[in-house]
């Protein structure tokens, strides 16, 4: 099988068993609730605010690795890069979120090492380490951490929340960080967890529906927003960024943004380049669940070249090339969250993905491929 025709999952995460331990013992969001019905364990999750009352049901698929690998040849994925879930170490003091960052690393590294090989070059798992981006951590522990990360052969980049170390990801503090891991190559895989504010939702009870459709992706739009606006991709031009869920609103977004800016004495003459132009240099997940939204994404990342050489907004439409977009968006699967509701042999959350890559007008197999495997496996340094 070519290389290129690889089915490699960007966005799959675990909770590894010394972070459920954590989750175990503590008696505050987030944590693990232990019971057992029937005689058998009843894990409830509890890491989002207003989860159902006494948690959802969390099994193996969140820690076990033969059940993600069973995962993963049961949807024919090849290779997984895997990220450690949400709230990641947010929540801990700095002391002990250095020190279980590295332990994590370490066990992720492990994860990864020993599992079974795909090819003579290639395991079938690959990871994201994390940091101990918490309030009141030293520049040199995060320093340290990412020093850790890009010495094991595994761990490929870092996953991250959106709040740095308590002041965004627009704070200047971060200045070192993000020239590390642009030195390091690591790639950062920015992904939400406490949505925008929860006022928002009103009063009737749609479960989880806003905050994880709607809540998550701005959270990521407005991340990404900041960190624009801050020049961090000007100061740090090779730095690579993942954005989870397509970006969020952000590529819908991006040409207001750019109007806002221009006409904003602030920040008018801060930034390099239009707003536009930045999107071009990140990369996108394809969890966007359909076609359309996919092509849209590609199209906004293609259009980006337009605004190379400071641009114009007045650009003629005179349509872009989306199979160029293509190839810095790469599939995700999101698991082991949204399970199916009843037992099925494939999760359609999984499928639904799938397909829209497949549907994507004006892609041939070239793109699709590399959306399905071909982009990470470049990203990553896999080939
Ligand atoms: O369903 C959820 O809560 C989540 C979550 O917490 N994190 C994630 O990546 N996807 C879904």
């Not at 059940?67 to 024919?76: P, T, W």
């Not at 995060?142 to 704070?171: A, C, F, N, P, V």
């Not at 390091?184 to 009737?204: I, M, N, R, S, T």
């Not at 092509?295 to 641009?311: N, P």
Request: aromatic content about 8%; glycine content about 8%; some cysteine.
């Amino acid at each position: 099988m070519a290389l290129a025709s690889r089915l490699v999952d960007i966005h799959t995460h675990v909770y590894l068993p010394r972070y459920c331990s954590l989750l175990r013992s503590r008696t505050s969001v987030p944590r693990i609730l232990t019971s057992t019905r029937d005689g058998k364990p009843d894990d409830r999750l509890l890491i989002l605010d207003h989860e159902p009352s006494g948690g959802r049901p969390v099994g193996p698929q969140y820690w076990d690795r033969d059940e993600k690998l069973k995962f993963m040849d049961r949807h024919g994925i090849d290779l997984s890069v895997v990220s450690s879930a949400n709230p990641w170490l947010d929540f801990l003091p700095a002391s002990e979120a250095r020190t279980l960052a590295s332990q994590l690393n370490e066990d992720l590294e492990k994860y990864c090492s020993d599992s079974p090989e795909l090819s003579l070059s290639l395991k079938r798992f690959y990871g994201f380490g994390l940091l101990p981006l918490v309030p009141e951590i030293s520049t040199d522990a995060l320093l340290e951490s990412i020093d850790q990360i890009s010495k094991l052969k595994y761990l490929k980049g870092i996953i991250m929340g959106t709040r740095g170390i308590g002041k965004g990801l627009d704070d200047e503090a971060l200045d070192p960080v993000w020239a590390a891991l642009e030195k390091a190559g690591l790639v950062v895989f920015l992904h939400p967890h406490y949505g925008v504010d929860e006022k928002a939702w009103g009063d009737k009870n749609n479960g989880h529906v806003l905050p994880l459709a709607l809540g998550f992706p701005f959270e990521t739009t407005i991340a990404t927003t900041r960190l624009i606006l801050a020049g961090v991709f000007d100061r740090f031009p090779s730095l690579r960024l993942l954005l989870a869920h397509s970006g969020g609103a952000l590529p819908q977004l991006s040409s207001r943004l750019a109007s806002c800016i221009e006409h904003d004495p602030v920040v008018a003459s801060r930034l390099k380049h239009d707003a536009r132009w930045y999107l071009g240099k990140l990369y996108f997940d394809a969890v966007a669940y359909g076609p359309e939204e996919l092509g849209f994404v590609a199209d906004v990342i293609a259009r980006s070249e337009r605004f190379e050489t400071g641009g114009s907004t007045h650009a003629p439409a005179t349509g872009v090339d989306r199979t160029l977009g293509s190839r810095r968006m790469l599939f995700g699967t999101d698991h082991p969250f949204f399970p199916p509701l009843t037992s099925t042999e494939k999760w359609k959350s999984v499928v639904e993905n799938l397909e829209a890559i497949d549907a994507v007008a004006g892609w041939g197999q070239a793109e699709k491929e590399g959306v399905r495997g071909g982009n990470a496996l470049s990203l990553f340094n896999l080939v």
